[in-house]
């Protein structure tokens, strides 16, 4: 039977406050993004994997704080000037990405600095720990790896589960709970590849004209899990 040609018709992902799902793997670093005034110096990092929700958490914080978002790649000496308003917040995402990047790293040091003489308040997003984000300038990696960090952790029974329903209903797909708990209990936690995999699932049932079922799940799976994992 020949394969439907598809669209991408996914709604965007449901980004409130209440549709960031809570449960012990990030509460601790929800609570202390919710505490800014408890950070040192103002400034925070949010660390967590692909998918783990850091997007979803800065955009949520930088409503309620009126807070601008840049991308670290993009940070100059000569931009900062104009990202940092006095008394005001800034959302630095991707901040892993500077490293080696001059430019980058020079604007990212320029910036921590006017924003401690401004009262301004910093939150970086990334992937990873600062040491291992490669920092060629020692000013700066000094100053980053003794920051204050909110560890989004792996995600939990709880979180799982929860992601997935959420991945497929943004997608506006209805799928059994049979369906999501065979994949639980089976996937690795990583929020990542629950992304990957829901968006495969999505396509192929589509393309092929095919139930979400158990046997479709786990081909998908098969096809996204490498073979020594």
Do not use: Y
Not at 50 to 73: F, I, M, N, Y
Request: glycine share 8%; aromatic share 4%.
């Amino acid at each position: 039977m020949a394969r439907q040609l598809t669209l991408d018709l996914t709604m965007p992902p449901a980004s409130s406050r209440d549709d960031f799902l809570v449960t012990a793997a990030n509460r601790d670093a929800l609570a202390m993004l919710d505490a800014p005034g408890r950070w040192p110096q103002g400034r925070l990092l949010l660390i967590g994997g692909p998918g783990a929700g850091k997007s979803h958490l800065a955009g949520v914080w930088a409503a309620e704080h009126d807070a601008q978002l840049c991308q670290g790649w993009a940070l100059t000496p000569q931009g900062v000037d104009d990202l940092v308003r006095p008394g005001a917040a800034l959302v630095v995402e991707d901040g892993h990405e500077i490293g080696g990047n001059p430019g980058a790293e020079q604007g990212l040091f320029h910036l921590w600095n006017l924003a401690g003489a401004r009262g301004a308040l910093l939150l970086i997003t990334a992937r990873m720990v600062p040491r291992d984000w490669g920092v060629e300038l020692p000013d700066l990696r000094s100053r980053l790896e003794t920051a204050a960090q909110a560890v989004l952790g792996p995600p939990d029974d709880a979180l799982l589960p929860a992601v997935l329903v959420k991945l497929f209903a943004d997608r506006q797909i209805q799928v059994s709970p049979e369906v999501v708990d065979w994949l639980s209990l089976r996937m690795e936690r990583d929020l990542d590849l629950a992304r990957r995999l829901v968006a495969a699932i999505d396509r192929e049932s589509l393309a092929d004209r095919r139930a979400i079922s158990r046997r479709l799940a786990a081909e998908l799976l098969d096809k996204l899990t490498p073979a020594d994992a």
